[in-house]
């Protein structure tokens, strides 16, 4: 049984920050974590994954505000923005490469940045 619970999304003023935080309860090792987001009327894109031994990639549009953490002991990830905008409004997923299981979803948190 897995279970992904993310939290920490709301409305966010313009130039504010916000951290988006995921926990992941499984019996199995998690290889990889990380987030990625969809946008009213777009596809669903990479914002920031991390791999054990810290290994981080990020997307673009995500270098310099964005930034993730993990803490692997409790099976939790974290996304930290900076300076938030209006674009970066989306719903947010945790994503989780889970040993043996493979890939699972999130069911998303809301962002809203207004103009």
């Known amino acids: 049984q897995v279970q992904i619970v993310e939290s920490g999304g709301g409305v966010v003023k313009p130039g504010e920050s916000l951290t988006l935080s995921c926990k992941v309860t499984?019996?199995?090792?998690?290889?990889?974590m990380g987030w990625y987001r969809q946008a009213p009327g777009k596809e669903r894109e990479l914002v920031a994954t991390?791999?054990?031994?810290?290994?981080?990639t990020y997307a673009d549009f995500a270098k310099g505000r964005f930034f993730i953490s993990r803490d692997a002991g409790k099976h939790t990830v974290y996304l930290h923005v900076t300076s938030v905008k209006p674009e970066d409004t989306a719903v947010y997923y945790c994503?989780?490469?889970?040993?043996?299981?493979?890939?699972?979803w999130g069911q998303g948190t809301q962002v809203t940045v207004p103009t």
């Open positions: 994503w989780a490469q889970i040993a043996v299981l493979g890939p699972r």
């Open positions: 499984t019996d199995y090792t998690l290889p990889a």
């Open positions: 991390m791999r054990t031994g810290n290994d981080m």
